[in-house]
């Protein structure tokens, strides 16, 4: 027997033996979300259940990729004050704890992604069963949005798996397989996607012991351990967030540590905190970003072009690294060079990658397998996609694309991974010149997500849109940019980074140049990035740059790099190096902060950034900070360079930039632009 609720993304069937199935099934969308409509209507159906008493309720999700993948993040940007967030939240907690007291077993049946209130809403039933494959992904990733989970996720988890696991994935937010949530005990059962129904059954059938957890586990929730653990996951989460930057966390150590041994007064202390931080600054940034982060997957998404097979020519640092990633990713891949010694060393640190990521033997030798040196470039014939990622010079690239593009297919997307050769200058050796198209991957390509897609006027636009569904399959964001000098990406990054070179040249500490560049919030400080990426690699770039956007090279760098002080790779740039460590000194004691240090390499980068955006490097304004966020890691707690202008006021900002140009000449000459820069966003 059916019964549809008045919401129709969900309903309940009752089977013979009285179990009342439970699905999740959201409307016109392929992933099922807990907005406010979709809770009220659980709720309701939960207490028709209660009328009819089943034998025992499954909940489960027609979704083929998974259970439930959270909250509905759209409804958090418009929560306009703490006291209709708080409401919001108290509500949910209402709905999961109508749940938690059915008065029959309760089971959540997953598969795939279970998420935030996902997880929360599975926590509120008395067991809990998953997909054993790697597909299926549990997880709190609240922290990442700078909020803890609301819904009761950490007054349920903790007393169930210890503090020790269960603040390990609220802190991270990462997410485990259902086999990983099975040693911890988020989850009872970890089966083969066969068995999945029969377990579900099983436990209303023969309901056992709900969960316990283990003596130690228990232990760690002790008034008299906690203080100290609250300590240990400070210093813990210390090392990968400030708490002026990111405040959940440690609001989520507070709350466990003062209420973890009352359940009423941790919901309601959960509640209060997720309420405050959800409509603080920090947490509606990081949720514009996870919105600016959908917004460029949605890019690829209407394109019918399904990549099998990629072709990469060049295996050095890039080219090498690309080849993994594809092949990671479950391409399969061809790698050329000139020789094969030349690609060795790419199949080495390939093999490092796939190790450290897919761990289990097997399924590392099966990516090993999907990536094939190919010095003799046999797999252009049959490539869906050829990626060039040899030496930046465009005589040699030329001369390849030559060589390439009578063995290419018609509809294989021919890419180049150069950084600052435009599309220009390099299609003139195509006969077919409208087919070349940039895909900019940044280094470390398994750590950057984004990759530019660079083209131009004369770029074939069905091109531009294979080559973003494929930066899609390979699971990275793209940026469709302007073929202009340094795209987006290095060319706002290089003002900050000469900036801070002129800094440490006038006798500014590096270390203290570093400490307020991470004091805005940038992941690291530009002196020991610019020594991480290769000082000759900056020289070259900002050489480059600097003769099409009029910027002067500092001299330090040149000197730098003609005393062979490469940076990290040689031992010794701006710092001394030691086990791959830079060496700071502390700054000494007579020495005053100078409140110009950090003022002088931001505003240059926003005075770049609204020069990119008066000359329409990126199509839409949002673009822009995703790209500054997920490209550099452009403070995201700030939401990205257009969102701080707006934030600190885009005329007290050109102010500060018109007084550094007095002072300090012309570098800091406001770009046009300045004056129409507010209110650009059309995002929240
Ligand atoms: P690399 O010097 O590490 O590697 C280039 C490789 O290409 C070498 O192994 C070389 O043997 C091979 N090669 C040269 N000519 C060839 C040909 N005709 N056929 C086959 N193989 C050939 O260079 P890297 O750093 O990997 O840069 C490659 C490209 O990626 C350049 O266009 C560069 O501008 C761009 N890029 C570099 C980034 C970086 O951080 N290094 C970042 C983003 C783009």
């Not at 699905?23 to 992933?31: E, G, I, L, R, V």
């Not at 938690?100 to 998420?115: D, Q």
């Amino acid at each position: 027997m059916d019964t549809h609720s008045e919401n129709p993304d969900l309903y309940t069937h009752i089977d013979e033996d009285n179990i009342a199935w439970l699905h999740f099934d959201k409307q016109n969308a392929s992933t099922n979300v807990l907005s406010a409509s979709v809770l009220e209507a659980f709720y309701d159906e939960l207490l028709e259940l209660v009328e009819r008493a089943p034998r025992g309720l499954v909940i489960l999700s027609d979704k083929s990729n998974g259970f439930i993948a959270g909250a509905d993040v759209n409804e958090f940007t418009r929560l306009e004050n703490h006291g209709q967030a708080l409401s919001t939240i108290q509500r949910g907690q209402e709905v999961f704890d109508r749940l938690a007291s059915l008065p029959f077993p309760s089971v959540a049946m997953i598969h795939g992604f279970c998420l935030g209130g996902g997880l929360e809403l599975a926590l509120a039933c008395r067991y809990r069963v998953a997909r054993d494959d790697r597909g299926t992904r549990l997880g709190l990733p609240e922290v990442r949005l700078g909020i803890h989970p609301g819904f009761g996720g950490s007054v349920r988890l903790t007393p169930l798996v210890g503090a020790l696991h269960a603040m390990d994935l609220m802190l991270s937010g990462r997410t485990v397989d259902g086999r990983a949530a099975k040693r911890m005990g988020v989850i009872d059962h970890a089966v083969p996607e066969r068995h999945l129904k029969v377990a579900a059954r099983a436990m209303i059938l023969n309901p056992p012991v709900p969960h316990r957890p283990g003596k130690l586990q228990a232990l760690s929730n002790h008034a008299w351990v906690r203080p100290a653990l609250a300590r240990l996951f400070q210093h813990q989460v210390g090392k990968k967030a400030r708490r002026d930057h990111y405040p959940a966390p440690y609001a989520l150590i507070d709350i466990w540590q003062r209420h973890a041994d009352n359940e009423r007064s941790m919901m309601h202390a959960e509640a209060e905190s997720v309420a405050e931080l959800i409509v603080g600054p920090a947490a509606q940034n990081l949720i514009r970003v996870f919105l600016l982060q959908e917004q460029l997957k949605a890019l690829g998404r209407q394109v019918d072009f399904k990549p099998r097979r990629v072709h990469v020519i060049g295996a050095g640092i890039m080219g090498g690294d690309i080849a993994a990633w594809c092949a990671y990713r479950g391409m399969q891949v061809t790698l050329a060079d000139q020789s094969p010694e030349r690609i060795a060393p790419a199949m080495k640190r390939a093999h490092a990658l796939f190790k450290r990521r897919l761990k289990r033997t097997r399924p590392v030798q099966e990516a090993m397998d999907r990536l094939m040196p190919d010095h003799k470039g046999m797999g252009v014939e049959r490539a869906d996609v050829v990626i060039e990622a040899i030496f930046e010079d465009a005589d040699a690239k030329r001369s390849l694309y030559q060589q390439l593009e009578p063995r290419m297919r018609d509809d294989a997307v021919l890419a180049t991974n150069t950084s600052s050769i435009p599309l220009q200058e390099l299609r003139s050796a195509l006969s077919n010149p409208a087919r070349l198209v940039g895909l900019h991957f940044f280094n470390p390509v398994a750590k950057m997500q984004l990759v530019e897609i660079v083209r131009d006027n004369e770029t074939d636009a069905a091109v531009v849109a294979r080559a973003i569904a494929f930066t899609r399959a390979i699971d990275r964001l793209p940026l469709p940019v302007s073929s202009t000098p340094g795209f987006l990406v290095n060319r706002i990054l290089m003002p900050y980074l000469l900036e801070a070179v002129e800094l440490e040249n006038e006798g500014v500490p590096a270390a203290e140049i570093d400490r307020q560049a991470l004091e805005f919030g940038m992941p690291m400080g530009p002196i020991e990035l610019a020594d991480t990426v290769g000082l000759d690699i900056c020289l070259h770039v900002a050489e480059n740059l600097g003769q099409h956007l009029g910027t002067a090279v500092p001299g330090r760098l040149r000197d730098l790099v003609n005393q062979g002080r490469l940076g990290r790779k040689s031992g010794e740039g701006f710092y001394q190096y030691k086990k791959g460590k830079a060496v700071k000194s502390g700054t000494s004691k007579g020495h005053h902060p100078n409140p110009d240090v950090s003022d002088r390499m931001i505003l240059r980068m926003l005075n770049e950034v609204v020069t990119c955006l008066h000359e329409q490097v990126v199509d839409k304004a949002d673009h822009l900070d995703a790209g500054m966020v997920y490209g550099t890691g452009f403070a995201p707690f700030r939401g990205g360079p257009l969102r701080y202008i707006e934030t600190e006021g885009a005329d007290t900002l050109l102010e500060r930039l018109q007084d550094l140009e007095q002072r300090l000449g012309s570098r800091f000459k406001p770009a046009p632009g300045w004056e129409t820069v507010s209110g650009f966003s059309d995002q929240p």
